[in-house]
């Protein structure tokens, strides 16, 4: 059963960073992309950014680029989002999520973790 472990999150100042982790386990994920989400009160939940695990390739959302960065640490089986530059509508709950690579919706979830980001 794969299990999905989000921790990094907090109250920061706008202008600072957080970097998350997602910590996987109970599969191999060589043919998976890892993206991590984020859902603010009232909003859909947004794609913010994926890394295919096999060779670290990143995308992003228009909306974080430039300002997070995705990477992923094999032997740890973790992936992080460095976020900097963090804005007051950041905040949200942020989560991670895997999908296998010829599959285009995300399978298995993260609980989530809460990023604030005071004014």
């Known amino acids: 059963q794969v299990q999905l472990v989000e921790s990094g999150g907090g109250l920061v100042q706008a202008g600072g960073s957080l970097r998350l982790a997602c910590a996987a386990s109970?599969?191999?994920?060589?043919?998976?992309?890892m993206g991590w989400f984020r859902q603010a009160p009232g909003k859909e939940r947004e794609l913010l950014a994926a890394?295919?695990?096999?060779?670290?390739?990143?995308c992003y959302a228009a909306s974080v680029k430039g300002r997070f960065t995705i990477s992923r640490d094999n032997a740890k089986n973790t992936v992080y989002l460095q976020m900097d530059s963090l804005k007051p509508e950041d905040t949200a709950v942020y989560s991670c999520?895997?999908?296998?690579?010829?599959?285009?919706?995300?399978?298995?979830w993260g609980q989530g973790t809460q990023v604030t980001v005071s004014s």
């Open positions: 999520a895997v999908r296998q690579n010829n599959i285009y919706k995300y399978q298995y």
């Open positions: 109970g599969g191999t994920f060589t043919d998976y992309t």
């Open positions: 890394i295919r695990w096999s060779d670290g390739l990143p």
